[in-house]
């Protein structure tokens, strides 16, 4: 069983980022506050790429805020390799992840936290359960898409019962994000596919949550060369969910239970 002391943060946070310079520093703080004025201990880890100084802006906190780390390079190397970094550097007993430029706004965590204190494996974000608040909508055409990503996803690689896969709000007990993580290999938007059927694999107690939620209209998915990518990637984990041993998951499962 693995040992976890007093002085691990409570929660390690991952902010996955690109050219996000604008937004990262009042993201860093927020949600340091947040978690200050809950009594939490946390560790925030941004994994930014790009060049337009958002590693440099995080950094400059460092001295402010304990437990920030920054990692990450000029080169886009996608989310979904990001959050894996991330999840390598993180201690904490609660590991997740949020956009950096706050489609959610942190304090929904507040919903999230008594269900991982509890029961639950992970928690994710839903912006389509009923009590669900848009403030911000997508475009149609994005809505209309999405619908047709939920069918596709399901007939390809199965998410029984997960009617958002795609919301960058998930967090963990420490034992399944590593577990998660050891194995995710998507380097690109399709992770969260990637680790919820991983997850699910792996015996998870996992509890949707409705979030408030507001688009940004900023979008860094190419609509047709990005679209075309994540069909592969989506083709791909399943292949790749076929070549994972059952003696794997019962190891993973086995890693989990013991964190209870």
Known sequence: METRTTLEPDI?????????????????????RYFESRGLKSQIIVSADGNDGTREKSRELTAEIPGLIVIGSAQRSGKGRGIRLGVQQATGQIIGFADADNKVPIDEFDKFLPLLRANSDVVIGSRAIDST???????????????????FVQTVVGLPGITDSQCGFKFFRHA????????????????????????????????????????????????????????KDIFRIRRRLAAIRPEEYATARQAVANQK
């Open 133 to 151: 608040k848009i403030e911000k909508a997508q475009p149609i055409y994005r809505q209309i898409g999405s619908r047709g990503f939920y069918y």
């Open 176 to 231: 399944l994000a590593k577990a998660v993580f050891a194995k995710q290999e998507i380097d690109g938007y399709m992770y969260d596919v990637e680790i919820l059927a991983l997850a699910i694999r792996m015996g998870a107690k996992l509890e949707q949550v409705p979030v408030r939620w507001r688009d940004d209209a900023d979008s860094r998915l190419d609509m047709v060369a990005g679209n075309i990518q994540n069909v």
């Open 12 to 32: 390690s946070l991952i902010l996955p980022a690109y050219n996000e310079a604008a937004t990262i520093v009042n993201t860093i703080r927020e949600s340091h």
